[in-house]
């Protein structure tokens, strides 16, 4: 079992920063990809950004040039680091781990609780 806790969210002005912190914890696995995705109010989950262990990153049009997403494959752990915040950002950001178990090799989805982001205007 794979635990993934989100930590960073919380209120800023339009034009704001805010980083997020992810942490994936468990027995038996390795990291495949961290990403981040959001759902605002009344709208489907989206993918924000995501890297895989090799630090090869991929971002949504939307976030591109504002923000950047990092990792620490040391200690499991993804950033995102937005700058330039909208108010359209406003969404729960949710962590995502896509693992691989060292003992049975199945990829395996995880997924944080979610953190919320608001952007006031």
């Known amino acids: 079992q794979v635990q993934v806790m989100e930590s960073g969210g919380g209120l800023v002005q339009a034009g704001g920063s805010l980083r997020l912190s992810c942490a994936a914890s468990?027995?038996?696995?390795?990291?495949?990809?961290m990403g981040w995705y959001r759902q605002a109010p009344g709208k489907q989950r989206e993918l924000v950004a995501v890297?895989?262990?090799?630090?090869?990153?991929n971002y949504a049009d939307s976030v591109k040039g504002r923000f950047t997403i990092s990792n620490d494959n040391a200690k499991n752990t993804v950033y995102l680091q937005m700058n330039s915040l909208k108010p359209e950002d406003t969404a729960v950001y949710y962590c995502?781990?896509?693992?691989?178990?060292?003992?049975?090799?199945?990829?395996?989805?995880?997924w944080g609780q979610g953190t919320q982001v608001t952007v006031s205007s």
């Open positions: 468990g027995r038996r696995f390795s990291i495949n990809a």
């Open positions: 995502n781990a896509k693992v691989r178990s060292t003992t049975t090799w199945e990829l395996l989805d995880y």
């Open positions: 890297i895989s262990s090799g630090g090869s990153t």
